[in-house]
């Protein structure tokens, strides 16, 4: 549904075309699909240049395939993210541009490869076991029509191989930068650059770090002004509001 | 200092000019000014655009006077936050150009009026008594050469005042939303626009909003994909992120 | 046992028919019915007009079946909570009555269909994730005796969906809010109709979400004056007490 | 402003009698009134039959009596809580009818004493130190047009004073129960009445209450079905909740 | 070992029968055992009159094994709590006396029989699902030689059932009341009796229950001034304090 | 009021000379005095031996005076918990027996000097901050009848000063175990001692103290099975609990 | 990778022989070696005489056995923690002198048996269940070159154990102690010792000992001065602070 | 009292000059000195070659003349921290050397100048604010005869300032980093040295900091596994651990 479908009816109602009743029935029925379990939102892509996306955790192989199958009617990308091996079979059947992503546990379906950012957004990680967080953004990155660049396992123990790259880190638009345990890399990069530095706390870590909070804090009280923080584990949302910056 | 000189540095070390001595000497030296109690680091401004910034809470009135003298020998910005009546009076013997924001509890002293940002940020707040942290912000945003619009005490139980701004919502780059209580606002304005929203939770509230921690959480779950979060209370953070991602 | 029984027991006491120890030992025996590990209270149902109801969660399929059994004998309805297809099969040997309410875990025993409350109960949740708490408030609904609507996924990051629904908000007597992630629907709902707003916060969610804390503390919070809160997923308790306002 | 006149204002517009950009001004500017700092929602008393409401706390008697001035132009009643006999002085400056209630810490300017409420509401409360919230929610009740009665000071550790009421517990429409340390209190009053009973949980209370935490989670978990909870301390919202429940 | 055993030691070692070394070599090796993995302390049961007692919780059967049969050397009462029916088994094949309880999860071994407690103690529960703890603590209580009565599914929203009880809560010289959710119980019933109420919270519950947090901090919060509290779930704990009492 | 007087009115019921609603009036009027804020409530003191207590903390010297002067009237001991020199000023004008406690800031009115513990209470704490909280536990005792003997500021990491003591120690028959910071003097106690041991922790301490918190839970989580809890700073109930047990 | 390697490139650039690129390059690639998923860092053995350490937890079989491969070229020690038999079979293909160590949860390769610390470093532990920990702590001190001594099974509830082996206490140069439930350990340990004291809290325990927070806030608070902490269950942790005291 | 007291004590006991109650008078009366309100353990100085040290928050400026009196009659260095000006003026009365160090709120009494420590320590801290802690740190350190070196506000955000330093760093036998906010610098400064790293959290920060507790979170998740970590503001402590280590 388009912005001139949208605006076509509101003239037919204005003129006296259509009766109150029959507006609210087409606005109603048009711009969302009602699955009974859920409401497809197309007016979201259409608002914010986004894929449609499904968050697959807690969501059955079942109701995953129906809200995939809505949307791919539709031309957008198609992002399923927390999901698993037995989704994407399924989706697979549908969709046959679908893509598994195993470490990300994200699937695409990939229709519009144009680039919308204007720069690269560079990933960050501070340990081996930060990757599927660092994955998820990864691959929500390249949906979005983002270059991209990453470097893995850098924590801040072992500062030299952070300084290394420090040129590579100067050339990217926005970094996100996930870590877990003490989440103090978002801190040590935002004082190396001079853009928006997009923090993502990881769950990993034992013992005091529960379960990412130790992360998290760590984060929103970044001695850098330049960082701003997601929730725990959320590579996802640091991914879009990266794209939506390299957008602009 | 300039980069320039930095260049300079360097070159008379590879050529000999300068002994690995003298140029670690001239290096120390320079960038930083070492109050005893403090490291004015006028690199963060060359490396980052930024105004030189002083915390003030907690800092005596004869600390920040020390700090503000060194910085205005440079033709930086300078921003003091967090800052009290007694503060700015001495501020302004040594800087005339000193102005003093009293919801903001905010100082600046204004040298260059460039405006940095290539579009609007615009600054929402959900209710009366978040108005500090919103100023706070708003007057960082200013002094960083910005463009900015607010509107103030727009809360959720109320959303007919937010929906009648929606037009000046959407001709925004950046929002930076303030609410204390339940956090709701940055989801509903995140849902309303298509660029990065930055959420600031305040501590405003009682009983179970634990000084901000039910906004900053509310926040951090946010079902609004475009959403970042700094620390409760944090305008300046919001705002320094804010003016980065307008400067793109 | 009805109240006659009770005013029976206490006027042959007063008259002396009853010795002191025969009133008390038939008034100990009659209310009660001790089956070891759980004392099923008839005189609640007859205080308070409830079903007769059992919490599922932690108890065998012969603790239940037990229950039932002992309950099947009055006329009162049955429901039980947190349950499972195990616990149902067997009930249902029981009660030929009973239904399976997969969705909501719960199983109904249903003799007396009278509707008791005045007007509609209206049951919005705002994720697909929390139908399970929707569904459960749904049952128990019913089986109190009300008319019910309901809709599902409107989260507040698409106001569009319920702004669109404002008439049928509009004709609820209550209304049954439920949410995870930040738990912002029962503020935004709140503000849109005139009547008591029960909000169910639920263990929907990630990281910072903490099994519903964030929720739960969103709601408690809410700027929207004509909330209350019960229980992380108690959908069960929202019913009864929506029930209770629709009787009035 | 008045429904009609949001009905006539619609009417033109459609009728053609008010452009778009008229009419849109005009209803921006009837229904808020904006002092800068705040948005005077007339349509909430409208819409819900409220008084108007002025969270006084943090508000500077100034603030305080623009936003009274601005209320009393209307016939509607005005309750400002959380506040101070400094407020009261200058509001009774604005508002001959205004009434300092010590206690509750509330000013109240009643105009309409039309009694609304078809029931009595109750108020109980635990403890003597939980008597300024039992109090706000009195005051509240009444400026809202209920029929009240209370008992205070009946703590679960000495029940015959609880259960000497019972009859007139009973006849209540609606409970509300306040209560700090273990806030045991609305789960015994629960399980003694047939209605909705409305739990606040106060920061009366040392060490491991946490200022209010012990009760409000004692609450949340009521064995007794028939209660919900409003945040801590919070009077005001649960007769707000109370009152729409006695008008139904 | 016997008193008599250790001032025959230090007699000699006095009179200089033995030397320092081989007088701290004998006293080493006598109270305990040192079984590698665990340090068995016979001097325990010689001071304190309890049984010996195993926590088996992440104790395998073989370590379990090994410390009973260290201990069934001695004519003590053994009891093993937090334990699993392949634990019991193998204690069975060591000591034929072995009981299993099932529902408190414990062993015990029995060889000692007298009553040594002056009166009754008293076990009370709020729910079903308490009975784990319940138990635990009425087995302790055997073991130790008291004599017990108990009444479970008692929760404060069915008050009746508890007051019915009133003439036997007032014969026991101590209570244990174990409550889980809101933890009210204890103060209900401290408020009924004039001697020490031992309160166990137990992590059933859910939601806000936080496994046991609010039913723990409603004990420790009580109004009831003869409440002491001891750890979530520990039936063990207060089984043995209730003891101490008892024999006094 | 005593026992005799309500046998007395309950026989009149029975036998006719009283009728419901006057036997009701009587008793509902003589167990209770109602002063308005507060119900003091006699038969307390009846039913459990108790001096009349008043939890000072929050209550104004107005408000303390009237209590006092009802409770005066009565032959019971009068204490007064958390108070100030200007309540004890007024409360001295009515009870010229009153004592004021300054370290464990309350006051006594001491009629009945009947010893009523059949043995010693002792009171140990860890730390000289500790002192207010132990002191009112030595009060509490005193007034309650007990012998009690006390060791301050023998904190774990001396140990050699409480084993010094350990003869002292097994003759009490109860000890009060206050401490702050690890709160780890219980478990070291209870190890040394063979009846209960009564952990009080404090608010003494800073940083990861948090008021009490760390004490509180190190007792809770006590290795020595002999070991209850009472709330943070709650020398009151630690000292109610230990002279009912001494009274036994 | 040698210091002199280091050496060697940087005279090379500043004398010409390399270019600035050259030399980058080979600096990057020397001291690491990235096997995609992770960054081998010898530099760190070289740099603070550590074995090459691998956190085990979260790791596949193949990537540690990739990590084991690249590091079994240098001569350093390996270590693998918090790992599985499973790891172990792999390992030891790789390296034959392969050691897995069950309770600790161990793999040790161990190339150099040079003694490095001075003196002894002690293990102690409060309870059976804390093996675990201190296994690791032991595991971790020999692979570093330490002499070790150890107890465990002391708890603070019997302290004639502790105070057994206080000569043995005094001769370590750094002690390690591991506890769990209320953390008490630690104080009693560095009340008898003048040497530093590492406190090592576990997650045993139940209820309120929230998976080791109880026993970390008591180390943190502890009384005796000489004690630091590690995380919960971080014996590695705590081995290679004790091993880089005692090598001074 | 010195330890060959301690010894002729006992050798006179062993021989029979002194009876065995006579050996114990002695004993107790001579290590302590008891001061009603507080026990002077002198043991501990001799135990462990400490300054006799009082913690001053919340002594009255009597209790602590009182204490230094006592502790001044022995020749051993003193040390009050947590203290004020007040305090300061009566010790001085009491001790001519007693000089007061106003930044780290201590007071000190030298009367020992020795040099103990083999090294230096140094102490770095992040921010302007930590100064208070660092220089508390910093006090003991020189009582305790270390020699010292400090660098201050060297955040990790501006790294280059701290890797200036790496030389001086690399010299330290023993690092004491204090930091607030997100507590990142001890990890950054364990990744560059290979010495203990003592890291203290300080209360410095707001919101999200919860007063030091995301510092103190960071510390004990530090990816650096050379830090052991105190209590929030235990500048004191880490000095005192430093100390110990340097000493060996």
């Known amino acids: 549904m388009t912005e001139e479908q949208l605006r076509k009816i509101l003239g037919q109602y204005k003129s006296g075309t259509l009766s109150e009743a029959e507006a609210l029935e087409r606005l109603r029925s048009l711009p969302f699909e009602d699955l009974g379990f859920a409401n497809i939102d197309h ?8 894929p449609e996306v499904i968050f697959g955790a807690g969501k059955t192989v ?16 198609i ?4 999901t698993t091996p037995e989704h994407f079979q399924r989706i697979k059947q549908i969709a046959r541009e679908a893509e598994y992503h195993e470490i990300a546990r994200a699937v695409t379906v990939a229709k519009d490869h144009t680039v919308r950012g204007k720069g690269t957004v560079m990933v960050i990680s501070a340990g081996t076991s930060d990757m599927p967080v660092a994955e998820e953004a990864l ?6 029509g983002n270059n991209v660049e ?5 924590g801040v123990a072992g500062l030299h191989r952070l300084l290394d790259r420090r040129d590579q880190l100067n050339r990217a638009r926005v970094l996100i930068v996930v870590a877990g345990m003490e989440g103090a890399l978002p801190s040590v990069v935002g004082g190396l650059v001079s853009v928006p530095v997009i923090a993502v706390p990881t769950s990993v870590g034992y013992g005091a770090s529960f379960n990412g909070v130790a992360a998290l804090l760590g984060m929103l009280n970044s ?18 509001v990266a794209s939506l910056i390299n957008r602009q």
């Open 62 to 77: 079942d109701q995953v395939a129906k809200i995939v199958e809505a949307m791919y009617r539709h031309d957008h990308n």
């Open 79 to 82: 992002l399923v993210t927390r």
């Open 43 to 50: 007016h979201r892509s259409l608002r914010q240049g986004y």
């Open 223 to 240: 001695c850098a002004s330049n960082v701003t923080v997601v929730n725990i584990d959320n590579g996802f949302g640091a991914a879009v």
């Open 150 to 154: 990453y470097v893995y396992d850098v």
């Open 139 to 144: 691959v929500t990155l390249k949906i979005m």
